[in-house]
């Protein structure tokens, strides 16, 4: 898919798979709006940008999506940059480890504001001008913890399910308007993810976010409305639709234990 000339709204940029995509999409020849909360992060990567690709225009906003009306709120700030955005790489994103009658329902609330509430409403406020105009990307980035419950990682899990099955319907519903709708569902991959839970698990085979940016964006050419970044992280999401549910959460509890 040609992306040149177009604009690009990227959440969770200031690391890992956010900041791939923004590397990648560079290359490519499409302006950024990358968004986070690290201000200072995100203006090291936006001078690294244009120093490589100095044509483009790289905008940067710093913002808690976590936050309940941040979504329309973002959308307003990127209005006055006077940006229109062709594709939207809903990334943002947070998991909490550990059993759910430990966890701080605060922190869980933000959780899902962030990786459901916000995306949808970072949706709503873009994909219909992209209807609108005939064309356009979404990714959302779910996750393969989205085919299973996640023991260990229950509203993580639930979170990312809900991006899936969010995503596919979507991509169902914009057939024949021009735009793309894609859930990308990385397995563990190297980025801050582990270390903002406090926990190390999931340490073997895990991809780079390099591996997981070039699977999505070869999947902008195909027709499905999901990837699976890697072989592995492919066989075990497939493995789990013919798992008996009762086998299926005992084998993620213990695969998503600490080490």
Same mark, same amino acid.
């Given at each position: 898919m040609d992306l040149k000339n177009k604009t690009a /709204?990227?959440?969770?940029?200031?690391?890992?798979?956010?900041e791939e995509f923004a590397v990648q999409l560079a290359e490519r020849g499409v302006n950024l709006v990358l968004v986070a909360r690290r201000a200072e992060k995100l203006a090291e990567l936006r001078a690294t940008l244009t120093g490589r690709h100095p044509a483009l225009t790289v905008d940067v906003v710093a913002a808690d999506l976590a936050v309940p009306g941040s979504g329309p709120e973002l959308a307003s700030k990127v209005s006055e940059l006077g940006a229109t955005i062709d594709i939207l790489v809903n990334n943002a994103g947070i998991g909490l480890h550990g059993k759910f009658v430990g966890q701080d329902a605060a922190a869980n609330s933000?959780?899902?504001? /962030?990786?459901c509430g916000t995306l949808v409403d970072l949706t709503a406020c873009y994909l219909p001008a992209m209807t609108t105009a005939g064309h356009g990307v979404v990714i959302n980035v779910a996750s393969t913890a989205a085919f299973?419950?996640?023991?260990?990682?229950a509203v993580y899990g639930a979170t990312k399910a809900f991006v899936l099955?969010?995503?596919?319907?979507?991509w169902q519903e914009c057939k024949g308007t021009g735009v793309k709708v894609l859930a990308l569902c990385p397995g563990a991959t190297e980025t801050e993810?582990?270390?903002r839970t406090g926990e190390e698990f999931l340490t073997d085979g895990r991809q780079t976010p390099k591996q997981?940016?070039?699977t999505a964006l070869a999947a902008l050419d195909k027709s499905s409305p999901t990837v699976v970044s890697g072989w592995r992280n492919t066989l075990l999401a497939n493995g789990y639709r013919i798992t008996p549910r009762r086998l299926m959460v005992q084998i993620s509890e213990q695969l998503l234990k600490s080490n």
């Amino acid at each position: 898919m040609d992306l040149k000339n177009k604009t690009a /709204l990227i959440t969770g940029a200031s690391g890992g798979i956010g900041e791939e995509f923004a590397v990648q999409l560079a290359e490519r020849g499409v302006n950024l709006v990358l968004v986070a909360r690290r201000a200072e992060k995100l203006a090291e990567l936006r001078a690294t940008l244009t120093g490589r690709h100095p044509a483009l225009t790289v905008d940067v906003v710093a913002a808690d999506l976590a936050v309940p009306g941040s979504g329309p709120e973002l959308a307003s700030k990127v209005s006055e940059l006077g940006a229109t955005i062709d594709i939207l790489v809903n990334n943002a994103g947070i998991g909490l480890h550990g059993k759910f009658v430990g966890q701080d329902a605060a922190a869980n609330s933000a959780q899902i504001q /962030l990786n459901c509430g916000t995306l949808v409403d970072l949706t709503a406020c873009y994909l219909p001008a992209m209807t609108t105009a005939g064309h356009g990307v979404v990714i959302n980035v779910a996750s393969t913890a989205a085919f299973q419950p996640t023991p260990g990682m229950a509203v993580y899990g639930a979170t990312k399910a809900f991006v899936l099955s969010f995503s596919e319907a979507l991509w169902q519903e914009c057939k024949g308007t021009g735009v793309k709708v894609l859930a990308l569902c990385p397995g563990a991959t190297e980025t801050e993810f582990f270390a903002r839970t406090g926990e190390e698990f999931l340490t073997d085979g895990r991809q780079t976010p390099k591996q997981v940016v070039d699977t999505a964006l070869a999947a902008l050419d195909k027709s499905s409305p999901t990837v699976v970044s890697g072989w592995r992280n492919t066989l075990l999401a497939n493995g789990y639709r013919i798992t008996p549910r009762r086998l299926m959460v005992q084998i993620s509890e213990q695969l998503l234990k600490s080490n």
